[in-house]
């Protein structure tokens, strides 16, 4: 029942937290949203890019993480305004990354951080810590970085949206607004009456030199000039809406003073060039109450491409014109998806981790424009061209959702990743696994055309050139497996170094099974052949006295000491158990099922997986979001909840899934909590397809397991008008089991489906019940393809 302010019990006691926020963690809308709404929400209005940004807070579902000293990790998404696949963003940082290095990687906002120290607008890579330049808004007072002048903003007056990001920062009593195109961002400062109304840029870390030009204009260079890993170069320029009434420079001092050179700091009123460590310049304006400012910004490998970029994509200062198309772009791919039913809770995420689920790839450049190649010649683009993708995370579930939501992006991408090879002389990697294989065999199978022939030359010589980024590679062509040593002098456990050499061992087995049906579609039978022998070389580090995947020493022993519940840190392991390892063959499960006795032994295994509590001695801090030894955190696991799919308790599956998604997500008090990193989008969209029902365990086949949805009905769009769409009859959140399906409307007893199934259009229909049905999907025969045939 309403109350009378239109808001539950439960949102009355978390008023600090925003309308957004609110409807985010299960409260009543308020009544200015509930009188405003007069339909259903469009997906572009549901979705809040602050989903992620906060880690879960309650302690059964961390483990023991974190390490004293640091925070929990969160998804470590942004916030800020960008457009999909954009190398560009206008972001906040609330995490002072030259004093502190809180997480694993250089992640610049953090939800629960109560002050900002500054904005930045592109020039960055991966995760936006290496943005530069810094860009913060100061009245008054300020001092030189990397000693951030601070701003303490209340969350009520922080709002994002797909394009849009605007906070209140107290402090300052200035209001940031920012929003972005392709290749610029924009930003508007509500200033105070002030005759002190600052804005300050600087180059961090590393430095570089900037340069005042004009009155209303600055302009810079990061570094040494080279790409430095930012995605649209090191060159940047900056253009103010009014003019300046004072500027200066100032820097990190190397040592020596100058005339205005005050302990480690040099500043130089009046100043228009500087050069050295945290060079940057300050601007100063006279504001009168309520005075915007207008600022924008653009990068490049030249200044010449950072103000053309300027010139043919924000000519003007309307912003709301910027901020409008932006929304526009995210509004169509956003809208690909239709879902119905479910809470305003789990719409509002769904649509959250949608739109981080198009973080990755970024864009590097259109057709026709110029860019800087793995090898840092400049070249122009004949398609688009993106970014290297991160294989060992996104490879796994969100490469699948492109391939369905944006077919002639993953060409692009394919094109791109096929041109590096040929620029350095093999395919990427990621991480420690070799994993391109898997976008371009799951494409394939598909159907997304491409020249899939010259793509393997290189996804071969990857797997048999020992001098190529397969690490230990002759080891493992020579024994089967790799072998593993106990790093000197780290701590026991985890070990920070280590090869990781059973991990190693699963996924280029796991590698080398794709690349046996990539050979097999070539009608190139000698390397099917070859490939498929070593598919099976997972076994050769499953140690049968244990029950669990297990290092083995150069001697081809069992590495001591082993306990299967500890985070060997890549020693053994990569960022996960033994545990969690041990379900990395998502090419041959019932290989594995075989491997520790049969169905019912399996199923036992699984079960005391999802439930023996999760305590060990050693901290892995990224090994967040735990349900007994699993941990939806990392990447290692994250399949292991649908392989009861093979063992013929689809049920299991369907429960776990519905609490994976009830607990782990969204469940803390800001409701943005993530159950660790998201990994440019990977566990965001384990989230999207677990959300509408099904999941790609292996996303090198075209299969996808069925799950359980939470919505009533999924409409998605996949290519050429044709919709795949889920029908949920009788879903609620206790009648989360299927008891019967049909798709196309025939009767469907199988826990799984192919894309062959849907690749037409298609609509799967699931009968759901309060209790599981263990007849429906449970026979042998039901269960998904495996490279090892069941016994009979």
């Known amino acids: 029942m309403l109350r009378a302010s239109c808001f539950s019990g439960d949102s009355r006691r978390r008023a600090h937290i925003s309308a957004v926020t609110a409807a985010l963690v299960g409260a009543t809308l308020p009544c200015s949203m509930l009188m405003a709404q007069s ?12 989903v992620g940004t906060a880690p879960l807070d309650r302690p059964e579902l961390v483990g023991n993480a974190p390490p004293p000293g ?63 330049p810094m860009i913060m808004p100061v009245v008054g007072d300020w001092t030189v970085p990397p000693a951030y002048t601070q701003a303490w903003y209340d969350k009520t007056g922080e709002k994002a949206e797909p394009g849009y990001y605007s906070v209140y920062l107290n402090t300052m009593r200035t209001k940031v607004e920012a929003t972005a195109t392709q290749w610029t961002s924009l930003f ?13 840029i600087n180059l961090p870390r590393d430095g570089g030199s900037v340069e005042i030009t004009g009155d209303r204009s600055v302009r810079g260079i990061a570094g040494d000039g080279k790409a430095n890993g930012s995605a649209d170069g090191p060159y940047f320029v900056a253009v103010f809406s009014k003019p300046f009434t004072g500027f200066g420079t100032f820097r990190k001092s190397p040592g020596d003073r ?76 956003l809208g690909r998806i239709e879902v119905s039913g479910g809470t305003a809770k789990q719409r509002a995420l769904f649509y959250s981790t949608l739109f981080h689920s198009f973080s990755s790839p970024r864009l590097i450049a259109r057709k026709g424009e110029p860019f800087s190649d793995s090898t840092g010649k400049i070249r122009t683009a004949d398609y688009d061209r ?6 060992w995370d996104t490879g796994r579930n969100q490469l699948v959702l492109l391939e369905l939501l944006e077919p002639k992006l993953v060409q692009d991408v394919m094109r791109s990743e096929l041109d590096m090879a040929r620029e350095r002389g093999f395919m990427n990697t990621s991480f420690h696994a070799d994993n391109a294989v898997f976008l371009y065999l799951g494409a394939w199978a598909r159907g997304i055309p491409f020249d899939y022939a010259a793509a393997y030359e290189y996804l071969r010589k990857n797997a048999t050139d020992p001098k190529g980024p397969r690490d230990y590679l002759s080891e493992y062509q020579k024994n089967g497996w790799i072998s593993d040593e106990i790093p000197s002098g780290n701590p026991s456990p985890p070990h920070a170094g ?90 041959d499960v019932q290989g594995l099922q075989t491997l520790l006795g049969g169905r019912d032994a399996f199923n036992a295994k699984l079960d005391a997986f999802f439930a023996t509590p999760y305590a060990p001695k050693g901290i892995c801090r990224d090994c967040t979001g735990v349900i007994g030894q699993y941990v939806q955190g990392n990447q290692p696991d994250q399949h292991a909840p649908y392989l009861y799919a093979w063992s013929g308790q689809p049920w299991k599956t369907q429960a776990l899934v519905r609490r994976i998604l009830d ?43 069925i799950g359980s949805p939470i919505f009533d009905s999924v409409r998605m769009k996949i290519d050429n008008g044709r919709t795949l769409e889920i029908v949920a009859e009788n879903n609620s ?34 009968t759901m019940g309060p209790k599981p049905n263990t007849a429906w999907g449970s026979t042998p025969g039901a269960a998904p393809p495996s490279m090892s045939k069941a016994a009979p």
């Open 498 to 587: 280590g090869k990781a050499g059973a991990a190693k061992t699963l996924e280029y087995a796991w590698d080398d099974f794709a690349l046996a049906q990539f050979a097999r579609r070539l009608g190139k039978t000698e390397d099917a052949r070859m490939f498929l022998a070593r598919a099976g070389n997972y076994a050769n580090v499953f140690d049968r006295s244990t029950g669990f995947v297990r290092g083995r020493g150069a001697d081809g022993a069992w590495i001591e000491p082993f306990d299967p519940r500890e985070p060997y840190y890549n020693h053994m392991m990569k960022e996960a158990s033994g545990w969690s390892t041990l379900w990395l063959v998502p090419h």
């Open 733 to 766: 959140a206790t009648n989360m089991y299927v008891q019967s399906a049909t798709l196309n409307g025939k009767r469907w007893n199988k826990p799984w489906f192919s894309h062959d199934d849907i690749k037409r259009g298609a609509r799967l229909v699931l």
């Open 386 to 391: 993106y970014s290297p993708v991160p294989f």
């Open 258 to 333: 100058e005339v205005w050179g005050i302990g480690d700091k040099d500043v130089v009123p009046d100043g228009r060039s500087v050069t050295g460590r945290y060079a940057g310049g300050y601007l100063t304006f006279g504001t009168s109450e309520g005075e915007a400012v207008l600022m924008k910004i653009a990068h490049g490998d030249s200044y010449d491409e950072a103000e053309a970029r300027l010139a043919a994509e924000n000519p003007g200062w309307d912003f709301e014109r910027v901020r409008g198309a932006a929304k526009a772009a995210w509004a169509d791919l």
């Open 188 to 200: 508007r400062y509500t200033f105070p009456q002030s005759g002190r109304s600052n804005v300050l």
């Open 663 to 705: 607990q782990l997500y969204g469940s803390d008090q800001a409701g943005y909590g993530y159950p660790g990193m998201d990994d440019q989008g990977s566990t965001s969209s384990w989230y999207v397809m677990s959300a509408m029902g099904f999941y790609p365990v292996d996303p090198s086949s075209q299969v996808y397991v």
């Open 39 to 50: 339909g259903p929400a469009a997906p572009v209005d549901l979705a809040d890019p602050l």
């Open 70 to 132: 640091e925070p929990v990790y969160s998804g470590q998404t942004s916030p800020g305004a960008r457009l999909p696949h954009s190398s560009t963003e206008a972001a906040p940082v609330n995490v002072n990354l030259e004093l502190s290095y809180p997480f694993g990687v250089p992640a610049p906002y953090h939800y629960p951080n109560p002050t900002m120290i500054g904005f930045t607008g592109g020039g960055g890579a991966t995760y936006g810590g290496r943005a530069r």
